[in-house]
């Protein structure tokens, strides 16, 4: 897959969506730039706080690229009429989308907890990359943060761990899926479309094992946040169900990668779905969960501040953004 979207940058295809490879040379973002737009200039990058009982969250916009076809991203399975009709319905254009980054930090008091890091220095050149000047400007430096957690190894999510070739983040532990790390790190990887997502595993996440918690179903990262399988987007994709007097979150990753095309329609087909049945079938299980429970969920390709919820419809489920229900 990292293969497919290196190929595309380096031909100056339409540019990646979903997952942005970390192993990516800088000369290949630059000459993917051409078509990539880069559609976030805010200075510094947007911000959004909020109270979950005692935890403080802050979801933080590494940044956002607009890209056309829509559906050869979402909905590969349907036709681009099928798809454009649905983006028309929920007034959004028929011939582009814009996809955004949304890594997140808890402190829970005694923790100052990162899901996840965006794309990291390879994502600069197209004005990506942008998580620590947001944590920075939020009032967190690197060093504060103590545990990383990463849902998946997908290089919009394993970018940031590294910087400059040391830990970008240098007094944290990593807790993470033993599922997904198996899968990455395994040789056996060298020679199938996975072999890029290998590399940059290789370069981003294995120097870091010895400082790795591997964790499944049910593990928790402390108390208070326990991990959930939810396989298909990768093959050890993991969200995390926090509580805190009583607060609940859901922050599900990659469950849903755009808030219209993949939880109106769950089982249209997403490029970026390494096995397409099993994220679909996943999709639903966990957002009928946060259907029913009424929980809010971060997800982190919705739009910023891209915390939400969801309501179930006959098709799917329906996006409601999130607004004052954590003020009071
Ligand atoms: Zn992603």
Known sequence: MMIEINRRLLLGGAGLALAAPSLMTRAAFAQGADTAMSIDHAMPPETHRFKLGSFEVVVVKDGARASGKPQETFGTNQTPEAVGELLTANFLPAENFVNSFAPVLVNTGSEVILFDTGLGEGGRANGLGRLVEGLTAAGYKREDVTIVVITHMHGDHIGGLMEGGNP?????????????????????????????????????VKPLAEKMTFIGDGGDVVGGITGMAAFGHSPGHMIYRLESEGRQLVLAADTANHFVLSLQRPEWEVKFDMDKAAAAETRKRVFDMIATDKLAFIGYHMPFPAVGYVEKLDTGYRYVPKSYQFDI
């Open 168 to 204: 970008a983040f240098p007094n944290a532990r990593y807790v993470t899926g033993q599922a997904e790390y198996d899968f990455w790190a395994d040789p056996a990887r060298v020679g199938t479309p996975a072999e890029g997502g290998h590399k940059g595993v290789l370069a981003n």
